[in-house]
Protein backbone atom coordinates (compact mmCIF):
# COMPACT_ATOMS: atom_id res chain seq x y z
CA UNK A 1 0.00 0.00 0.00
CA UNK A 2 1.61 3.15 -0.95
CA UNK A 3 2.03 5.78 1.97
CA UNK A 4 2.39 9.73 1.86
CA UNK A 5 3.32 11.97 4.68
CA UNK A 6 1.83 15.56 4.47
CA UNK A 7 3.01 18.21 6.65
CA UNK A 8 0.85 18.74 9.56
CA UNK A 9 0.25 22.65 9.85
CA UNK A 10 1.15 24.88 12.94
CA UNK A 11 -2.54 26.27 13.02
CA UNK A 12 -3.50 22.71 13.86
CA UNK A 13 -0.07 22.20 16.29
CA UNK A 14 -1.36 25.16 18.09
CA UNK A 15 -4.66 23.88 18.36
CA UNK A 16 -3.64 20.71 20.04
CA UNK A 17 -1.02 23.27 21.87
CA UNK A 18 -3.47 25.33 23.57
CA UNK A 19 -6.22 21.99 24.06
CA UNK A 20 -3.36 20.35 25.81
CA UNK A 21 -2.73 23.53 27.83
CA UNK A 22 -6.57 24.24 28.50
CA UNK A 23 -6.87 20.56 30.08
CA UNK A 24 -4.00 21.01 32.49
CA UNK A 25 -5.09 24.65 33.25
CA UNK A 26 -8.66 22.83 34.32
CA UNK A 27 -7.40 20.66 36.61
CA UNK A 28 -6.16 23.04 38.51
CA UNK A 29 -9.11 25.06 39.00
CA UNK A 30 -11.08 23.38 41.75
CA UNK A 31 -7.98 24.03 43.89
CA UNK A 32 -8.17 27.50 42.78
CA UNK A 33 -12.00 27.96 43.40
CA UNK A 34 -11.36 27.36 47.15
CA UNK A 35 -8.50 29.29 47.77
CA UNK A 36 -10.62 32.33 46.06
CA UNK A 37 -13.48 31.94 47.81
CA UNK A 38 -11.32 32.79 51.34
CA UNK A 39 -9.19 35.96 49.46
CA UNK A 40 -13.02 37.40 48.85
CA UNK A 41 -13.91 37.47 52.38
CA UNK A 42 -11.31 39.23 53.06
CA UNK A 43 -11.16 41.73 50.63
CA UNK A 44 -15.07 42.82 50.96
CA UNK A 45 -14.29 45.69 53.66
CA UNK A 46 -11.54 47.00 51.94
CA UNK A 47 -13.08 47.24 48.15
CA UNK A 48 -16.72 48.75 49.80
CA UNK A 49 -14.64 51.20 51.44
CA UNK A 50 -12.43 52.24 48.08
CA UNK A 51 -15.72 52.12 46.18
CA UNK A 52 -17.39 54.45 48.34
CA UNK A 53 -14.48 57.08 47.92
CA UNK A 54 -13.93 56.86 44.15
CA UNK A 55 -13.27 60.07 42.42
CA UNK A 56 -14.17 59.48 38.48
CA UNK A 57 -12.95 62.98 37.56
CA UNK A 58 -10.39 62.23 38.80
CA UNK A 59 -9.98 58.63 37.28
CA UNK A 60 -10.98 59.87 34.03
CA UNK A 61 -7.75 62.42 33.75
CA UNK A 62 -5.40 59.16 34.49
CA UNK A 63 -7.11 56.84 32.07
CA UNK A 64 -6.50 60.20 29.21
CA UNK A 65 -2.90 60.01 30.39
CA UNK A 66 -2.39 56.26 30.10
CA UNK A 67 -2.96 56.11 26.65
CA UNK A 68 0.00 56.34 25.29
CA UNK A 69 1.16 53.52 27.77
CA UNK A 70 -1.79 51.45 26.52
CA UNK A 71 -0.53 51.52 23.13
CA UNK A 72 2.87 50.59 24.35
CA UNK A 73 1.72 47.75 26.08
CA UNK A 74 -0.57 46.49 23.22
CA UNK A 75 3.05 46.14 21.07
CA UNK A 76 4.32 43.93 23.96
CA UNK A 77 1.32 42.44 24.01
CA UNK A 78 1.97 41.26 20.08
CA UNK A 79 5.23 40.20 20.77
CA UNK A 80 4.06 37.88 23.95
CA UNK A 81 1.01 36.16 22.03
CA UNK A 82 3.38 35.39 18.95
CA UNK A 83 5.66 33.65 21.32
CA UNK A 84 3.02 32.00 23.28
CA UNK A 85 1.61 30.58 19.71
CA UNK A 86 5.04 29.53 19.10
CA UNK A 87 5.13 27.48 22.34
CA UNK A 88 1.53 26.08 21.79
CA UNK A 89 2.99 24.83 18.34
CA UNK A 90 6.32 23.23 20.16
CA UNK A 91 3.21 21.57 22.52
CA UNK A 92 1.12 20.33 19.58
CA UNK A 93 3.75 19.40 17.87
CA UNK A 94 4.55 16.67 20.89
CA UNK A 95 0.51 16.28 21.44
CA UNK A 96 0.36 14.98 17.91
CA UNK A 97 3.96 13.05 17.76
CA UNK A 98 2.70 11.00 21.08
CA UNK A 99 5.70 12.59 23.36
CA UNK A 100 3.27 14.59 24.96
CA UNK A 101 1.24 14.40 28.15
CA UNK A 102 -1.58 13.34 26.54
CA UNK A 103 -1.94 10.48 23.78
CA UNK A 104 -4.29 9.60 21.24
CA UNK A 105 -4.67 7.32 18.62
CA UNK A 106 -6.82 7.69 15.39
CA UNK A 107 -7.74 4.68 13.37
CA UNK A 108 -9.06 5.27 9.92
CA UNK A 109 -10.96 2.63 8.18
CA UNK A 110 -11.78 2.13 4.72
CA UNK A 111 -15.49 3.23 3.79
CA UNK A 112 -17.88 0.48 2.92
CA UNK A 113 -18.77 0.00 -0.81
CA UNK A 114 -15.32 1.06 -1.67
CA UNK A 115 -12.61 0.03 -3.51
CA UNK A 116 -9.00 -0.37 -1.67
CA UNK A 117 -5.27 -1.09 -4.49
CA UNK A 118 -2.33 -2.46 -3.06
CA UNK A 119 0.61 -2.27 -4.83
CA UNK A 120 3.20 -5.37 -4.37
CA UNK A 121 6.39 -4.04 -3.17
CA UNK A 122 8.90 -5.32 -5.59
CA UNK A 123 7.34 -3.21 -8.61
CA UNK A 124 6.18 0.10 -8.48
CA UNK A 125 2.87 0.69 -9.35
CA UNK A 126 2.61 0.85 -13.36
CA UNK A 127 0.51 4.47 -14.82
CA UNK A 128 -2.12 3.83 -17.14
CA UNK A 129 -0.87 6.05 -20.61
CA UNK A 130 -3.81 7.33 -22.19
CA UNK A 131 -3.94 6.60 -26.53
CA UNK A 132 -4.95 9.12 -28.19
CA UNK A 133 -7.79 8.90 -30.45
CA UNK A 134 -8.10 9.22 -34.12
CA UNK A 135 -10.44 10.86 -35.76
CA UNK A 136 -12.95 8.33 -37.62
CA UNK A 137 -13.37 9.31 -41.10
Known sequence: MATTTRKIPAP???AAGAGDLAYQQLR????QVSQLRGRVSELRPAVT???AETNLDKIRDVAKRNADA???GAQVAQTKATEVYKGL??????????????SAAIT???AAG????V???DKPAKKAVAKKATPAK
Open 108 to 110: VAP
Open 114 to 117: TVTT
Open 49 to 51: EAV
Open 70 to 72: FVA
Open 12 to 14: LYA
Open 119 to 121: TGQ
Open 89 to 102: VARGQKVVSGTGTA
Open 28 to 31: KLPE
